[in-house]
């Protein structure tokens, strides 16, 4: 560890005089940056430039970006955060911490070296688990039944720098993406500004992380979403769970998209993917037990109960879906 870190390189920086350049994007990092707000001097904020959205494709600002103006506190939207002229921009704001958190670029080490302390970063996993884009959704799909938030010092690496402190959450059976993402935001945000002062004093030591010990989220694609129903049921109702609301998860009936949005799985067997009137319900065969959906919808349609969808689709028992 570099004594860039230690505590004769802090003193004299107070949190209320530390000069603190937030860095993020969605929804998971307000939390954090109203915290700092809150309790800390934000000289800037940075976050990625305005993005089509929706049917119209028109331009949106980021949830960042809303809360930074609604602040007024001075913003960059750089198209490229390892720009000449981003780096330039970043290093005239003499900052003494960078905190990142969901920002959506890949800082380089140049970037991360600017801050006089460090450039931080609170992550949505308890590291080394779930390194990379998607440790939500992963933690879910492999049935963990804890995870939490990490605040790291930043490296050149992909999540692979020493850790300042952890908080553990559990991961319950109804879990699903969006639910244990507001749950890790607002956590993030407490340990953030809990674990901030005596980072900023020098009372804590970052440790290295354990790399025999890591795994990978990498980021999800949207074709993700597609269910296999040669895959155990209890997998494929977890993936249901961690992609709602973001990619979704569905199948093909009649040659057309049908989203799966809930259901829940139990014992017995079937041929993987056909559809059948079984004692407790509808049921799909998988590669392992049966899975039971509780709610679907077809493309342009209402998101329906399986029993409503099955009243007016009578033809959909005895399907075998794709």
Known sequence: MTNRYYHSQMQGTSQLMARIVFMGTPDFALPSLTALLDSHAVVAVVTQPDRPSGRHRRLRPSP?????????????????????????A????????????????????????LPRIASINVHASLLPRWRGAAP?????????QETGVTLM??????????VIERRSAPISTDETGQSLHDKLAGLGAELLVQALP????????????????ATYAPAIKK????????????????????????????????????????GYEDAGQASPGVVFNHEK??????????????????????????????????????????
Do not use: Y
């Open 64 to 88: 960042v970006k809303r809360a930074a103006l609604e602040a007024s506190i001075p913003l960059l939207q750089p198209e490229r955060i390892r720009s000449d002229e981003s780096i330039s």
């Open 90 to 113: 970043l290093r005239a704001m003499r900052a003494d911490l960078f905190v990142v958190v969901a920002f959506g670029q890949i800082l380089p080490q140049v970037l991360l070296d």
């Open 136 to 144: 939500i959704q992963a933690a879910i799909r492999a049935g963990d």
């Open 153 to 162: 010092v930043m490296d050149a690496g992909l999540d692979t720098g020493p």
């Open 198 to 213: 005596d980072f900023l004093e020098g009372t804590i030591s970052p440790r290295p992380q354990d790399d025999a010990c």
């Open 223 to 262: 074709e993700e979403g597609r269910l296999d129903w040669s895959r155990a049921a209890a997998e494929l109702e977890r993936t249901i769970r961690a992609f709602r609301p973001w990619p979704g998860s569905f199948t093909t009936w009649n040659g057309a998209p049908l989203k799966i949005h809930a």
């Open 281 to 322: 319900g509808i049921a799909i065969g998988t590669g392992a037990g049966l899975f039971f959906p509780t709610e679907v919808q077809l493309a342009g349609k209402k998101r329906l109960s399986i029993e409503d969808f099955v009243n007016g689709h009578g033809d959909f028992l005895g399907a075998v879906l794709e």
